[in-house]
């Protein structure tokens, strides 16, 4: 069953209740959230470059309610990240994409990026 609205907010009110009240707990429970990615990254079922990406919320989330979390040491936890091996599709690629696009749409979509 997916979590609804209000039960979003709920949770995110008591995490932020705690948070003022007890910090240092909060803070393992992120420590705690991070571990269980890394284990996730081991496993080989995430990345680590997505390990930050799940920090970046809770970190914004603390941050405009204005909680100090020592968040240094939390990033010194997070897993190193990989370099992409990403590139530029070569023009013959390009090319072959737009002589198998069958639809127009797609043919602009290909040429604009």
Not at 30 to 42: G, N, P, Q, T, Y
Not at 65 to 70: C, L, M, R
Not at 95 to 109: E, G, P
């Given at each position: 069953?997916?979590?609804?609205?209000?039960?979003?907010?709920?949770?995110?009110?008591?995490?932020?209740?705690?948070?003022?009240?007890?910090?240092?707990?909060?803070?393992?429970?992120?420590?705690?959230?991070?571990k269980?990615?890394?284990?996730?990254?081991?496993?080989?079922?995430?990345s680590?470059?997505?390990?930050?990406?799940?920090?970046?919320?809770?970190?914004?989330?603390?941050?405009a309610?204005?909680?100090?979390i020592?968040?240094?040491?939390?990033?010194?936890?997070?897993?190193?990240?990989?370099?992409?091996?990403d590139?530029?599709?070569?023009?013959?690629?390009?090319?072959?994409?737009?002589?198998?696009?069958?639809?127009?749409?797609?043919?602009?979509?290909?040429?604009?990026?």
């Amino acid at each position: 069953m997916f979590p609804t609205e209000d039960s979003k907010k709920l949770r995110a009110d008591c995490l932020l209740t705690l948070a003022k009240k007890n910090p240092k707990l909060v803070k393992n429970i992120i420590a705690a959230f991070i571990k269980h990615d890394i284990r996730l990254v081991e496993q080989g079922l995430l990345s680590p470059n997505t390990v930050p990406k799940h920090i970046e919320p809770i970190h914004s989330f603390f941050h405009a309610a204005d909680i100090d979390i020592h968040w240094k040491s939390l990033h010194k936890l997070l897993p190193r990240q990989r370099i992409t091996e990403d590139r530029a599709y070569s023009r013959e690629e390009l090319q072959q994409m737009l002589a198998t696009a069958t639809n127009l749409t797609d043919k602009v979509i290909i040429t604009m990026f």
